[in-house]
């Protein structure tokens, strides 16, 4: 008795939430509102019809909002402050907000506080799963420092985006480091695990040099290289780090601080890799290929040894070399270990530090429009819409785990696009603390070829998760920084980095490290570093400091 | 004093007013509407944006708004550790453009008058011209391609002659890079800039030509003692013209064959201006180079200018 009367509690609850959904507006009008993304080549993943696909119009009936979308094909930056600078805006935009402090992050900060950007704090109560996008997966300095950076006086003009939830298991794990071709290392009988330190990586790379293999066109290999614009040569670097850090500044022997810039391990980084390219043993284009020449030369395993992220090896090669050449699989090397002892590996706090984010213009009429179609997709609703598409159409509930239709993944995995088109992942990019990965695990009997071997890469290089305040964030009250940002605003260490790995020897590549080290110093640099030291000295709690 | 002036059969009475005799003649006025127009749009309008130089500019101020800072971006801009290098590198690049490539198609519009086949001189012609017509963006992936140190068609060539012979990256070798951008300017424009030689020589009387050959004269004396002074007046002005563009030494062609280690040689200040204008934002800094450039580009006209009216006859005004 006891039991049925549950039972009938249950279909009457039941019942009157299916009232409720029944009984949810649906709208028959519908309000086009302008969407940037702010990300170079972001438009690649775009469906072919950005209004009219089938999540599109999913979004538009529950919210009465259709988001017409654009992207760029130029630096981050430079739309940024021509969008600002002229005046002409969408009603929405999403941008990298790394930091506040510089590039990106930056612009848009300097635009909100020259009031370009909607203040939603007077409304932000109106949309709880905006609100919660504040509470749940932003680091606290992040939080404090940038989202809520003091010169917005309590004004809130930035939502983070594609942050995870508070569970670990919904961080991103982006699985950096060097992948080697498996039958070049067969070959050469190299167990790739054993590939943990900056000499044997290089020891491996002369060999494959000697060794005369070739790529899938015929040609020789080359021994290493990257993507597009030199994207990741850090990779092949990593071994010189000096452990887990959260900030690019460290403290030296006597107590002084530095970034590590000033220090030897960037003369040892750029010695290493002016070696490597000097020797042959790197790609010397790597550092201006083309988006096309980067993934023109994965597309014929070109280079024996890449380095970059593991989605991007995989979501590149899937399509292309894996299905000429299944023989060329590109495994990881190593990782690496750093001088501490420890490996490569990523480096997380609780919550993500800089993100991407959503700002509303100022100027534009859809503010509520853009808010409410945001709260929505933010919702359960919209989150399971977003990554699964329609329930019954696309995907079916079993035991709380939406699971794609059989016949939809199979058609999926063999050609992504298919997904994108109807719309389903794309608006994945307007939601933050995520928490697929934790509330929907994927069973491993439903994961594609190209999950299982995403998981086997990320599991060498487990996430390490600190719960710190990074000391970097210690140098945002310095009061002469606008002028040492604009003294130093023209001096580009990266560009100077790069042209000193074609120097003509290594004195020479010193030498352009230590002038540009000089003209950091001419702009006032120590004034930072003093700044930062006395900041760390006055701080009341150390060890929620890291360095 | 009134004083009838004929022109062409036709009195223009100086006594009219200058608005009488605009509406007289309202229709030859009305043909120069539309250049009018484009300037006053394109070229005089714009011109109050070089007061951000002066401003520290502000997004929601605009320009006019933002608050004045005197001449702080110039002070910047010189004491930028980067000045000299940059200036440096602009006038040697446009120099090195100047003196290789300004007399390439004074050369070859000599030699294709001197062309008797008109097929072939109409072939010629237009293959040259192609080039003109082909974007920077589209040379340099050519470029890219037939120089690549993986599989490019050069490198190929050299193997294949001496399989010993390394690649060499051509285009990240700095001792290239003067050279590729030298020849790849010249490969590109020389037909284009050959046309206003051309058209100039059409307008030397044949007869000089005759009266030559009566007196024995060869194809190469013809050539250097009438058709060359025949153009001086036109090589004179292009040279002037090309001189007050010397800190312009070409942005696309130069930004996109940039490579890290030709940094140091290649950073001129068209690709100067975009980096820390446009990419980071220093609007006000870009503005107060670029004004930098115009000035001395101004100056270097006017004194060209002077010193060839003095010295040929030769000048724009």
């Given at each position: 008795?006891?039991?049925?009367?549950?039972?009938?509690?249950?279909?009457?609850?039941?019942?009157?939430?299916?009232?409720?959904?029944?009984?949810?507006?649906?709208?028959?009008?519908?309000?086009?509102?302008?969407?940037?993304?702010?990300?170079?080549?972001?438009?690649?993943?775009?469906?072919?019809?950005?209004?009219?696909?089938?999540?599109?119009?999913?979004?538009?009936?529950?919210?009465?909002?259709?988001?017409?979308?654009?992207?760029?094909?130029?630096?981050?930056?430079?739309?940024?402050?021509?969008?600002?600078?002229?005046?002409?805006?969408?009603?929405?935009?999403?941008?990298?907000?790394?930091?506040?402090?510089?590039?990106?992050?930056?612009?848009?900060?300097?635009?909100?506080?020259?009031?370009?950007?909607?203040?939603?704090?007077?409304?932000?109560?109106?949309?709880?799963?905006?609100?919660?996008?504040?509470?749940?997966?932003?680091?606290?300095?992040?939080?404090?420092?940038?989202?809520?950076?003091?010169?917005?006086?309590?004004?809130?003009?930035?939502?983070?985006?594609?942050?995870?939830?508070?569970?670990?298991?919904?961080?991103?794990?982006?699985?950096?480091?060097?992948?080697?071709?498996?039958?070049?290392?067969?070959?050469?009988?190299?167990?790739?695990?054993?590939?943990?330190?900056?000499?044997?990586?290089?020891?491996?790379?002369?060999?494959?040099?000697?060794?005369?293999?070739?790529?899938?066109?015929?040609?020789?290999?080359?021994?290493m290289?990257?993507?597009?614009?030199?994207?990741?040569y850090w990779?092949f670097l990593?071994?010189?780090?000096?452990?887990?850090?959260?900030?690019?500044?460290?403290?030296?022997?006597?107590?002084?601080?530095?970034?590590?810039?000033?220090?030897?391990?960037?003369?040892d980084q750029v010695l290493f890799m002016r070696k490597l390219v000097s020797?042959?043993?790197m790609?010397?284009?790597?550092f201006?290929?083309?988006?096309?020449?980067?993934?023109?030369?994965?597309?014929?395993?070109?280079?024996?040894?890449?380095?970059?992220?593991?989605?991007?090896?995989?979501?590149?090669?899937?399509?292309?070399?894996?299905?000429?050449?299944?023989?060329?699989?590109?495994?990881?090397?190593?990782?690496?270990?750093?001088?501490?002892?420890?490996?490569?590996?990523?480096?997380?706090?609780?919550?993500?530090?800089?993100?991407?984010?959503?700002?509303?213009?100022?100027?534009?009429?859809?503010?509520?429009?853009?808010?409410?179609?945001?709260?929505?997709?933010?919702?359960?609703?919209?989150?399971?819409?977003?990554?699964?598409?329609?329930?019954?159409?696309?995907?079916?509930?079993?035991?709380?785990?939406?699971?794609?239709?059989?016949?939809?993944?199979?058609?999926?995995?063999?050609?992504?696009?298919?997904?994108?088109?109807?719309?389903?992942?794309?608006?994945?990019?307007?939601?933050?603390?995520?928490?697929?990965?934790?509330?929907?695990?994927?069973?491993?009997?439903?994961?594609?070829?190209?999950?299982?071997?995403?998981?086997?890469?990320?599991?060498?290089?487990?996430?390490?998760?600190?719960?710190?305040?990074?000391?970097?964030?210690?140098?945002?009250?310095?009061?002469?920084?606008?002028?040492?940002?604009?003294?130093?605003?023209?001096?580009?260490?990266?560009?100077?980095r790069r042209?000193a790995f074609f120097?003509?020897?290594?004195?020479?590549a010193?030498?352009?490290?230590?002038?540009?080290?000089?003209?950091?110093?001419?702009?006032?640099?120590?004034?930072?570093?003093?700044?930062?030291?006395?900041?760390?000295?006055?701080?009341?709690?150390?060890?929620?400091?890291?360095? | 004093?009134?004083?009838?002036?004929?022109?062409?059969?036709?009195?223009?009475?100086?006594?009219?007013?200058?608005?009488?005799?605009?509406?007289?003649?309202?229709?030859?006025?009305?043909?120069?509407?539309?250049?009018?127009?484009?300037?006053?749009?394109?070229?005089?309008?714009?011109?109050?944006?070089?007061?951000?130089?002066?401003?520290?500019?502000?997004?929601?101020?605009?320009?006019?708004?933002?608050?004045?800072?005197?001449?702080?971006?110039?002070?910047?801009?010189?004491?930028?550790?980067?000045?000299?290098?940059?200036?440096?590198?602009?006038?040697?690049?446009?120099?090195?453009?100047?003196?290789?490539?300004?007399?390439?198609?004074?050369?070859?519009?000599?030699?294709?008058?001197?062309?008797?086949?008109?097929?072939?001189?109409?072939?010629?012609?237009?293959?040259?011209?192609?080039?003109?017509?082909?974007?920077?963006?589209?040379?340099?992936?050519?470029?890219?391609?037939?120089?690549?140190?993986?599989?490019?068609?050069?490198?190929?060539?050299?193997?294949?002659?001496?399989?010993?012979?390394?690649?060499?990256?051509?285009?990240?070798?700095?001792?290239?890079?003067?050279?590729?951008?030298?020849?790849?300017?010249?490969?590109?424009?020389?037909?284009?800039?050959?046309?206003?030689?051309?058209?100039?020589?059409?307008?030397?009387?044949?007869?000089?030509?005759?009266?030559?050959?009566?007196?024995?004269?060869?194809?190469?004396?013809?050539?250097?003692?009438?058709?060359?002074?025949?153009?001086?007046?036109?090589?004179?002005?292009?040279?002037?013209?090309?001189?007050?563009?010397?800190?312009?030494?070409?942005?696309?062609?130069?930004?996109?064959?940039?490579?890290?280690?030709?940094?140091?040689?290649?950073?001129?200040?068209?690709?100067?201006?975009?980096?820390?204008?446009?990419?980071?934002?220093?609007?006000?800094?870009?503005?107060?180079?670029?004004?930098?450039?115009?000035?001395?580009?101004?100056?270097?006209?006017?004194?060209?200018?002077?010193?060839?009216?003095?010295?040929?006859?030769?000048?724009?005004?």
């Amino acid at each position: 008795m006891r039991k049925l009367s549950l039972f009938l509690v249950l279909v009457m609850l039941l019942g009157f939430s299916a009232g409720v959904v029944a009984e949810q507006k649906e709208y028959t009008e519908f309000t086009e509102v302008t969407f940037l993304s702010c990300w170079n080549g972001g438009g690649g993943g775009f469906p072919q019809d950005v209004m009219g696909n089938v999540i599109a119009k999913e979004i538009a009936k529950k919210t009465g909002v259709i988001v017409n979308m654009e992207s760029i094909v130029t630096s981050e930056t430079e739309r940024l402050n021509t969008m600002f600078a002229s005046g002409v805006m969408p009603d929405f935009v999403n941008a990298p907000y790394w930091s506040s402090t510089g590039g990106e992050g930056f612009v848009i900060r300097k635009a909100a506080v020259e009031g370009m950007i909607y203040d939603i704090a007077p409304v932000l109560d109106q949309y709880p799963n905006i609100k919660r996008l504040f509470e749940v997966g932003i680091a606290k300095d992040y939080k404090e420092f940038d989202v809520f950076n003091p010169e917005y006086e309590g004004k809130i003009y930035v939502i983070p985006q594609q942050t995870p939830s508070n569970d670990p298991a919904d961080i991103t794990n982006w699985a950096y480091g060097v992948f080697g071709r498996k039958d070049i290392l067969d070959a050469l009988n190299v167990d790739p695990k054993t590939i943990d330190s900056t000499e044997k990586l290089y020891d491996l790379a002369v060999q494959i040099k000697n060794g005369g293999f070739k790529d899938a066109a015929g040609k020789d290999v080359i021994p290493m290289g990257t993507s597009h614009n030199g994207w990741n040569y850090w990779g092949f670097l990593d071994g010189f780090n000096d452990g887990y850090h959260l900030s690019g500044y460290r403290m030296q022997e006597d107590g002084s601080i530095v970034s590590t810039f000033f220090m030897q391990q960037t003369i040892d980084q750029v010695l290493f890799m002016r070696k490597l390219v000097s020797e042959g043993l790197m790609d010397v284009e790597a550092f201006s290929n083309t988006d096309t020449m980067g993934k023109e030369k994965m597309a014929i395993g070109k280079c024996a040894l890449f380095s970059f992220h593991a989605p991007y090896l995989v979501d590149t090669m899937r399509d292309t070399l894996y299905k000429t050449n299944p023989e060329m699989e590109y495994v990881r090397v190593g990782p690496l270990k750093m001088t501490d002892g420890n490996i490569v590996t990523a480096v997380e706090k609780v919550g993500r530090t800089g993100s991407p984010v959503n700002f509303i213009a100022e100027s534009s009429p859809h503010k509520e429009e853009v808010l409410r179609f945001l709260d929505f997709i933010n919702s359960d609703e919209g989150r399971l819409l977003a990554r699964y598409g329609i329930e019954g159409e696309h995907y079916d509930m079993i035991d709380g785990i939406p699971t794609v239709k059989p016949e939809l993944r199979e058609a999926w995995a063999e050609d992504s696009s298919l997904r994108k088109n109807l719309g389903i992942g794309v608006y994945e990019g307007f939601i933050g603390a995520y928490d697929y990965d934790s509330k929907y695990p994927v069973p491993d009997d439903q994961k594609t070829q190209w999950d299982k071997m995403l998981d086997a890469l990320r599991a060498d290089v487990p996430i390490v998760q600190f719960d710190k305040v990074s000391v970097g964030f210690l140098e945002r009250g310095y009061p002469g920084m606008e002028e040492f940002r604009d003294l130093s605003s023209t001096i580009d260490a990266e560009a100077e980095r790069r042209r000193a790995f074609f120097a003509a020897t290594d004195e020479d590549a010193i030498k352009i490290i230590e002038d540009t080290r000089q003209r950091y110093m001419d702009a006032g640099q120590q004034g930072v570093f003093d700044y930062v030291k006395e900041q760390y000295e006055a701080y009341p709690n150390k060890d929620e400091l890291m360095f | 004093m009134t004083k009838a002036l004929t022109l062409k059969g036709r009195d223009y009475d100086t006594k009219m007013s200058l608005g009488a005799r605009m509406w007289k003649y309202r229709a030859f006025y009305f043909f120069l509407l539309p250049a009018i127009i484009w300037y006053a749009i394109f070229c005089y309008y714009p011109m109050y944006g070089v007061l951000i130089a002066f401003k520290n500019f502000k997004f929601n101020l605009g320009i006019l708004g933002s608050d004045w800072v005197g001449l702080r971006y110039f002070r910047n801009f010189l004491g930028d550790p980067y000045f000299w290098t940059i200036v440096k590198n602009t006038l040697v690049i446009s120099l090195l453009k100047l003196f290789c490539g300004f007399p390439a198609p004074i050369i070859l519009a000599l030699f294709l008058n001197e062309v008797r086949n008109v097929r072939y001189k109409k072939l010629v012609q237009t293959l040259s011209y192609l080039p003109h017509f082909v974007s920077w963006v589209v040379v340099v992936a050519l470029l890219t391609k037939l120089l690549s140190p993986n599989n490019g068609a050069i490198n190929e060539l050299r193997q294949a002659i001496n399989p010993n012979a390394s690649s060499v990256f051509y285009l990240g070798e700095p001792g290239w890079f003067y050279p590729i951008i030298v020849l790849s300017d010249i490969w590109k424009n020389v037909g284009w800039g050959s046309i206003i030689y051309l058209a100039a020589l059409t307008a030397i009387d044949p007869e000089q030509y005759e009266a030559a050959e009566l007196d024995g004269a060869n194809r190469w004396q013809k050539m250097g003692h009438i058709t060359l002074p025949g153009i001086y007046p036109t090589i004179g002005i292009l040279m002037i013209l090309s001189l007050s563009g010397i800190l312009n030494a070409g942005f696309d062609q130069i930004y996109l064959l940039q490579k890290p280690s030709t940094l140091h040689l290649s950073e001129v200040l068209d690709t100067y201006v975009l980096k820390r204008g446009l990419q980071q934002g220093h609007y006000s800094y870009s503005t107060a180079v670029g004004i930098f450039r115009s000035v001395i580009s101004m100056v270097l006209i006017v004194t060209v200018n002077g010193i060839s009216r003095r010295t040929s006859e030769v000048s724009l005004w």
